[in-house]
């Protein structure tokens, strides 16, 4: 029997230009495409990528020329981090047990595709994968999850290693469970994390509709919404028509919306605690405003993505480019469950009694609500005058001269038998 023949992958020659096209989105003015004779059929093939930049434009034609060097075909070197692990799943997970596979399935589903699925594989970087990273332990995502997440990751970016689409695998980590302490540090002091009054979210609030595709104002109405009710996105996004009481203007907080295996699912809220939220009068109009739009159906979403979808916290992150615009902003720290943070801080510093605090942030442990009641600097000095004023009453100032105080009595005592 003759043996098989192998074939070497051969170096593509790739033509490349950059298109100037003004009349586009800014993140859209310039189109960079390659060409290139395909191999197998040998047609003329092309591909091409829409970016904000002429250095941007370079930068993608770099990566596909060299790919190409070293025979991968451009089209497939484009191919997203979603698309590539599923075509390469069985590939990259041989000699896996059953009983390993399934975790790692779910994590692929449920974190991996949509956080960073839609990433070109040729554009994976150790920065992208350290912000999954960080993202998925702020979301309280256990170590055994994260495990089983990472673990598929690293699987699939090692394949694309051997496949030649990229030089290295920038997914693998070591030492990511001290994050998890990191994380634990920085609760201890969840103040630190928010927005400091109304006009510092509405800026915010406008500068992600300002950067979103069409400016699409629900964008800026869902984070005023998370930050005054002190929801999770998840929770924002479940909230429908009979949810809202326009009596007392209050929010019955009884689900949220969370990936599943299937794709977006409502469910209960964490720790299936149903609770009820004030809407407070800054963000009654907005309020009342979607139910105008949304109409008399009970089961409505208020909020909605601009085709009817429902809202994530990726989807939100990708529709404003949240990171450009907090960076942009001064606040690089900032995330989207941050709104979150200000909003139960706002509480606490209105004087909100604990109790109520608590039900508000449907906390199952009272220690955590008790985090955002550390006092600001400026309650500091307040107590510390307060003192003085309470230890100095009574006494007289030393300004002001007295006359003495006439001696007491001398007084003996005897002993009575």
């Keep these: 029997m003759a043996d098989t023949p192998v074939i070497i992958p051969m170096a593509i020659d790739v033509t490349s230009d950059i298109e100037h096209r003004p009349e586009r989105r800014p993140d859209y003015r310039y189109r960079a495409r390659v060409r290139w004779w395909d191999p197998s059929s040998g047609g003329r093939k092309s591909l091409s990528s829409s970016v904000g930049s002429e250095e941007a434009a370079e930068e993608w034609i770099a990566r596909i020329r060299k790919a190409a060097e070293r025979g991968v075909v451009p089209s497939k070197s484009n191919v997203s981090l979603a698309e590539y692990g599923e075509e390469n799943w069985d590939l990259a997970m041989r000699g896996l047990e059953p009983k390993t596979l399934d975790p790692y399935k779910a994590g692929w589903k449920l974190r991996v595709v949509p956080a960073i699925g839609h ?62 302490q990191q994380a634990e540090d920085e609760l201890d002091d969840p103040r630190s994390l928010a927005l400091k009054d109304w006009d510092t979210l509405d800026e915010l609030a406008n500068a992600l509709v300002e950067r979103s595709h069409g400016h699409y104002r629900i964008w800026g109405d869902v984070v005023r919404f998370a930050a005054c009710t002190a929801a999770r ?84 992150r990708d529709a404003t480019h949240w990171d450009e615009v907090v960076v942009g902003l001064g606040y690089e720290y900032l995330r989207r469950h941050d709104l979150r943070h ?60 007295t006359d003495p105080e006439p001696a007491a009595p001398v007084r003996h005592l005897r002993l009575v038998r």
Excluded at 152 to 160: D, G, K, N, S
Excluded at 236 to 258: E, H, P
């Design 119 to 180: 990433i070109a594989v040729v554009s994976m970087t150790h920065g992208i994968t350290d912000r999954a990273l960080h993202a998925w332990i702020a979301d309280a995502v256990g170590k055994s999850s994260v495990k089983n997440t990472l673990a598929p990751l690293v699987r699939v970016m090692e394949q694309a290693w051997r496949d030649g689409i990229v030089d290295s695998n920038p997914c693998r980590m070591s030492g990511w469970q001290a994050l998890y």
């Design 233 to 316: 996105i998840g929770e924002v996004s479940g909230v429908r028509v009979k949810d809202i009481n326009r009596f007392d203007w209050t929010w019955d907080l009884c689900r949220q919306t969370t990936p599943s295996p299937g794709g977006l699912v409502d469910k209960g809220t964490k720790g299936n605690r149903r609770r009820t939220v004030p809407i407070i009068e800054e963000i009654r109009e907005l309020v009342k405003w979607r139910l105008t739009v949304v109409g008399d159906n009970p089961m409505a979403r208020l909020f909605t993505g601009p085709r009817g979808g429902r809202i994530t916290t990726a989807v939100l």
């Design 342 to 401: 200000t909003g139960l801080t706002w509480f606490a510093d209105a004087g909100t009694p604990l109790h109520v605090l608590q039900k508000i942030a449907g906390h199952g442990q009272i220690t955590t609500t008790q985090r955002y009641l550390h006092p600001d600097r400026r309650a500091i000095e307040l107590a510390g005058e307060a003192l003085s004023a309470h230890l100095t009453a009574g006494r007289t100032s030393p300004e002001t001269p």
